[in-house]
């Protein structure tokens, strides 16, 4: 194959950063951290309009209302799909247990983006496909790492050919998690690869499509009790070119910010691009967001210039990619469920790699 032929040359349409022509109404469902710190500032900074906003705990969705000049407020799905717009959006902010009955109450044929991941396991990934084809849902996953600003300048220049063949992709984070602030993965038999690798994978695969194999480890803190694994390698083997696409985590990086890392690295045949994704680093708080460029044969790293950063702006992509795709402005969504269920087969991969424990050494005998 050709580097022309190869896929992170020819990105989908809908990775381009563009608005919809025309923004539909959209109802958030759910009303928890990740929708005050990512969805409605996305929205209100796109001028996406949101038309209601579902929590069964009202109170919390009455206090988001009143920030983000939401005008209806419901206390369960059903209530808003009675009352709302014919071609409103639905955006299913809540964990993957609660997917399959908030998805059962929207109208058969709605436009829906799912909070990632597509479930806790593969099975459940199916399972919730299944239902949304059943239900002829245009379904997407904001797996929305896709849209981050940094990674479309650099998809951008990948495609260009800025880079040559991309031979070498590396994911890195070493930082210090601070797991309280998200009680609910306390006691979840799967967390690092399906609540947090997932973004990654889903990125590699958003470049060069699926793997042929995965190799994984996966691993708990042995002072972290409560908390499942935390620690992760994972390698996605692309049969037939000369690439290297590793994933690696660990969230105990507890010794402070002086050697902590977080990056995406990509490296080519004529050089290599490198985004910092400041978010994890000091989290929440964050530290800066930085992409640069170097290019072979020729010393340093020139910085690129890029507007936004993950939070909040790739939330506008992810939704954007939806709603363009709905209204026919690009012809392929490469966030639809049917896409991320390769992903989540990617993370059950890895799992089983993690419990199959590597091949054994085979040592001589000898007399």
């Given amino acids: 194959m050709s580097p022309d032929d190869l896929p992170e040359r020819h990105p989908a349409a809908a990775y381009t950063p563009a608005p919809p022509e025309r923004p539909r109404p959209i109802v958030v469902i759910g009303a928890g951290g990740i929708v005050k710190d990512a969805h409605l500032p996305a929205y209100r900074k796109a001028g996406y309009p949101v038309w209601g906003i579902v929590n069964r705990t009202v109170e919390r969705a009455d206090a988001l209302a009143a920030e983000f000049g939401i005008e209806h407020v419901f206390g369960t799905v059903e209530a808003a799909v009675a009352a709302a717009p014919a071609d409103a959006v639905y955006d299913i902010a809540l964990m993957p247990e609660q997917y399959e009955a908030a998805l059962e109450a929207l109208p058969d044929g709605a436009p829906v983006l799912i909070q990632k991941p597509l479930g806790h396991s593969l099975e459940q990934g199916e399972a919730l496909a299944a239902l949304c084809r059943r239900k002829g849902l245009v379904a997407a996953v904001n797996t929305q790492l896709r849209f981050a600003p940094y990674v479309a300048e650099a998809r ?29 993965v306390f006691g979840m038999e799967r967390l690092e690869l399906t609540m947090h690798s997932v973004h990654y994978l889903d990125l590699v695969r958003s470049f060069f499509g699926d793997p042929g194999g995965v190799s994984a480890v996966t691993r708990r803190h042995p002072e972290k009790t409560d908390i499942a694994t935390t620690r992760s390698t994972i390698i996605l083997r692309y049969r037939g070119r000369d690439l290297r696409a590793v994933v690696s985590t660990n969230h105990d990086h507890d010794y402070g910010p ?37 290019v072979a044969g020729e010393k340093g790293w020139t910085p690129l210039p890029f507007e936004g950063s993950w939070f909040p702006d790739a939330f506008i992509g992810s939704m954007g990619a939806l709603q363009r795709y709905v209204e026919g402005s690009v012809d392929t969504l490469p966030t639809s469920v049917e896409d991320v269920l390769h992903t989540m087969a990617v993370v059950e991969a890895a799992y089983e790699s993690d419990e199959r424990e590597g091949v054994p050494l085979r040592v001589a005998v000898t007399s």
């Fill in 258 to 294: 002086a050697h902590e890392e977080s990056f995406i690295k990509w490296e080519g045949t004529k050089g290599a691009i490198r985004a910092q994704l400041g978010l994890l680093l000091d989290y929440p708080r964050g530290r800066e967001d930085s992409l640069e460029l170097a």
């Fill in 156 to 184: 951008r220049l990948i495609a260009a050919g800025a880079i040559g063949e991309v031979h070498d992709l590396e994911v890195r984070v070493s930082v210090d998690t601070p797991w309280h602030l998200f009680p609910h």
